[in-house]
């Protein structure tokens, strides 16, 4: 019998001479040949043999090809016994059942240049990562410089060819101006206006940023809100200044003549100011409602500036509880001897205090409602632990209860901004509403302590109120839920007899926004043809039959 090790017939049938043999066989590349040979046992028949143990297996039969995979196994999996034997006798330690495999047949690597596991190396795409990550993850430029980085990224691909900063720099750059492109052609393909909001940071240097941050809705009803500026100023209260940075803002973006509303925290800017601020956008934005709806205060600045002056004006006691609650977790001997008197009293309170951080006023919030439900285990705590020597009087724990049960209302408030992903425009009027009534009743309260904690955040709180409440209502009686019913009780409970003054403003202002919309799509119904003519005669009939009136669509 002739056995081939290297080579076989492409087709068995085929009786031909040498020469023609020789073009029509193939090299076998499988590494399981170094275990196998095959033999030819009959016609169109061709059989493999293990060269360890010499059983066979079937590998060709007609036209019908076997493969290589039962003979992989045969020896992968140790059902040679040749091979299970010289395993065992071998000096290679064994782990539980398992099979060392140092001999057994592997795949034979490939060697291709520029390829990594078959995925091919790419310096461009690699530079644009790495651009990518320093921007991102606000990493130095000069990190690809270092050597420890260096020799990792070599270490995960020998081709990679570090850059100098300046090509660094330069893609970060690219990169920039790549995105800023991406934004200004989503921006001028928007059908509707724009909305900005200034954010102002401050630092320990006394330097002010000020954010400019647009928030608009795209063709697909997705809305962004990306930040479109950040300017360094040291004077945040000067005229000029805030006014060139807005409108450089607007330049850029091509926004001029987009503008909508624009909305601030007031507390960095005079009245002066603003004013002048509302009259220059107004030369070439389109005036809504008298520009009414530039310069709105924003609202999470308002609430975190009433709960701060609210813990401001109780410091003293807020002080007192910080401290009792430090000691407490300060070791874990006083934790233990608390949790004892805790469950000797039967506190049902199942509240975990912890310490405040006092730059958020929320954690303040938490940490003195847990140490409310836990008062009278302070109130005793000094009789097991002698050491303690803050307890707080009952009257201290009662104004702390009464700051609690408002600072609640301004947490609520604010929980609407984080509630969802993006909280539409009419959540926020029965919100709002409900602060007002609440800290009116409280303001003028018969209980001198309530009234004297209250009176200056409802002053605050009330100016805000009166300049946002027509774009409040505004959105609420665009819900088809609601309408103007909502608004006309809420203004009734509010305004009381002068509600009627208010309640005709907003359905003034409606008709105005209408008209306003209704003449933007002019333009467009002119360039539609008989579509747009249909549009048209559709608005035309429903403004002669609705809005004269005034009591159809609002109601």
């Given at each position: 019998?002739?056995?081939?090790?290297?080579?076989?017939?492409?087709?068995?049938?085929?009786?031909?001479?040498?020469?023609?043999?020789?073009?029509?066989?193939?090299?076998?590349?499988?590494?399981?040949?170094?275990?196998?040979?095959?033999?030819?046992?009959?016609?169109?028949?061709?059989?493999?043999?293990?060269?360890q143990?010499?059983?066979?297996?079937?590998?060709?039969?007609?036209?019908?090809?076997?493969?290589?995979?039962?003979?992989?196994?045969?020896?992968?999996?140790?059902?040679?016994?040749?091979?299970?034997?010289?395993?065992?006798?071998?000096?290679?330690?064994?782990?539980?059942?398992?099979?060392?495999?140092?001999?057994?047949?592997?795949?034979?690597?490939?060697?291709?240049?520029?390829?990594?596991?078959?995925?091919?190396?790419?310096?461009?795409?690699?530079?644009?990562?790495?651009?990518?990550?320093?921007?991102?993850?606000?990493?130095?430029?000069?990190?690809?410089?270092?050597?420890?980085?260096?020799?990792?990224?070599?270490?995960?691909?020998?081709?990679?060819?570090?850059?100098?900063?300046?090509?660094?720099?330069?893609?970060?750059?690219?990169?920039?101006?790549?995105?800023?492109?991406?934004?200004?052609?989503?921006?001028?393909?928007?059908?509707?206006?724009?909305?900005?909001?200034l954010?102002?940071?401050?630092?320990?240097?006394?330097?002010?940023y000020?954010?400019?941050?647009g928030?608009?809705?795209?063709?697909?009803?997705?809305?962004?809100?990306?930040?479109?500026?950040?300017?360094?100023?040291?004077?945040?209260?000067?005229?000029?200044?805030?006014?060139?940075?807005?409108?450089?803002?607007?330049?850029?973006?091509?926004?001029?003549g987009?503008?909508f509303?624009?909305?601030?925290?007031?507390?960095?800017?005079?009245?002066?100011?603003?004013?002048?601020?509302?009259?220059?956008?107004?030369?070439?934005?389109?005036?809504?409602?008298?520009?009414?709806?530039f310069?709105?205060?924003?609202?999470?600045?308002v609430?975190?500036?009433?709960?701060?002056?609210?813990?401001q004006?109780?410091?003293?006691?807020?002080?007192?509880?910080?401290?009792?609650?430090?000691?407490?977790?300060?070791?874990?001997?006083?934790?233990?001897?608390?949790?004892?008197?805790?469950?000797?009293?039967?506190?049902?309170?199942?509240?975990?205090f912890?310490?405040?951080?006092?730059?958020?006023?929320?954690?303040?919030?938490?940490?003195l409602?847990?140490?409310?439900?836990?008062?009278?285990?302070?109130?005793?705590?000094?009789?097991?632990?002698?050491?303690?020597?803050?307890?707080?009087?009952?009257?201290?724990?009662?104004?702390?209860?009464?700051?609690?049960?408002?600072?609640?209302?301004?947490?609520?408030?604010?929980?609407?901004?984080?509630?969802?992903?993006?909280?539409?425009?009419?959540?926020?009027?029965?919100?709002?509403?409900?602060?007002?009534?609440?800290?009116?009743?409280?303001?003028?309260?018969?209980?001198?302590f309530?009234?004297?904690?209250?009176?200056?955040?409802?002053?605050?709180?009330?100016?805000?109120?009166?300049?946002s409440?027509?774009?409040?209502a505004?959105?609420?009686?665009?819900?088809?839920?609601?309408?103007?019913?909502?608004?006309?009780?809420?203004?009734?409970?509010?305004?009381?007899?002068?509600?009627?003054?208010?309640?005709?403003?907003?359905e003034?202002?409606?008709?105005e926004?209408?008209?306003?919309?209704?003449?933007?799509?002019?333009?467009?119904?002119?360039?539609n043809?008989?579509?747009?003519?249909?549009?048209?005669?559709?608005?035309?009939?429903?403004?002669?039959?609705?809005l004269?009136?005034?009591?159809?669509?609002?109601?």
């Amino acid at each position: 019998m002739a056995y081939e090790t290297c080579i076989i017939p492409e087709n068995n049938n085929d009786k031909a001479d040498s020469g023609t043999q020789s073009n029509k066989r193939k090299r076998k590349k499988s590494i399981v040949w170094e275990y196998f040979t095959v033999e030819t046992v009959g016609a169109g028949c061709t059989r493999a043999y293990c060269n360890q143990c010499k059983k066979s297996f079937s590998y060709i039969t007609d036209s019908k090809l076997a493969g290589t995979s039962h003979l992989k196994r045969h020896i992968s999996l140790g059902i040679c016994q040749v091979i299970r034997q010289k395993n065992q006798q071998s000096s290679y330690p064994k782990t539980g059942d398992s099979q060392d495999t140092a001999n057994l047949p592997k795949k034979r690597p490939r060697a291709t240049p520029g390829f990594c596991n078959g995925i091919s190396f790419d310096q461009e795409r690699c530079n644009h990562d790495l651009a990518k990550m320093i921007i991102l993850h606000d990493y130095p430029l000069h990190i690809v410089k270092h050597q420890g980085f260096i020799d990792f990224v070599r270490t995960l691909q020998p081709q990679f060819n570090p850059q100098c900063l300046n090509s660094v720099e330069g893609d970060c750059v690219s990169m920039y101006l790549r995105e800023k492109q991406n934004l200004l052609n989503l921006i001028n393909g928007i059908p509707g206006r724009v909305n900005l909001t200034l954010d102002f940071w401050t630092s320990n240097q006394a330097t002010v940023y000020v954010f400019v941050r647009g928030h608009f809705i795209d063709g697909d009803w997705n809305l962004h809100h990306p930040i479109l500026n950040v300017v360094m100023s040291q004077f945040p209260d000067s005229d000029d200044h805030l006014n060139q940075t807005i409108l450089t803002c607007l330049s850029d973006w091509n926004l001029e003549g987009r503008l909508f509303t624009l909305a601030l925290d007031k507390s960095f800017a005079s009245e002066t100011v603003m004013g002048n601020l509302r009259g220059l956008l107004s030369v070439k934005n389109p005036v809504i409602l008298n520009g009414q709806l530039f310069n709105q205060n924003c609202y999470a600045r308002v609430l975190s500036r009433l709960a701060v002056d609210a813990l401001q004006t109780m410091r003293g006691t807020i002080i007192k509880v910080r401290e009792s609650v430090k000691y407490v977790k300060s070791s874990e001997s006083h934790e233990v001897k608390f949790v004892e008197l805790k469950q000797q009293l039967q506190v049902p309170s199942m509240m975990n205090f912890l310490i405040d951080d006092q730059c958020k006023w929320d954690t303040t919030y938490h940490m003195l409602v847990a140490a409310c439900e836990l008062k009278e285990v302070f109130a005793c705590f000094d009789t097991i632990d002698p050491d303690y020597t803050m307890p707080l009087t009952l009257d201290d724990w009662k104004q702390v209860e009464t700051l609690c049960t408002y600072l609640k209302y301004f947490y609520d408030a604010a929980s609407i901004l984080t509630a969802q992903p993006y909280p539409t425009a009419n959540l926020f009027f029965p919100e709002v509403s409900r602060l007002q009534v609440e800290l009116t009743h409280a303001a003028f309260s018969q209980d001198p302590f309530l009234s004297s904690l209250i009176l200056p955040l409802h002053k605050n709180f009330d100016q805000y109120w009166r300049e946002s409440c027509l774009i409040l209502a505004i959105a609420v009686a665009m819900d088809p839920r609601h309408k103007m019913k909502l608004v006309e009780s809420t203004f009734s409970k509010i305004f009381g007899e002068n509600a009627e003054a208010w309640i005709r403003i907003v359905e003034d202002s409606l008709r105005e926004l209408f008209i306003e919309y209704n003449t933007q799509m002019l333009p467009f119904t002119e360039t539609n043809g008989d579509e747009g003519d249909e549009i048209m005669l559709k608005t035309e009939a429903y403004q002669e039959g609705s809005l004269d009136d005034g009591t159809g669509f609002f109601r």
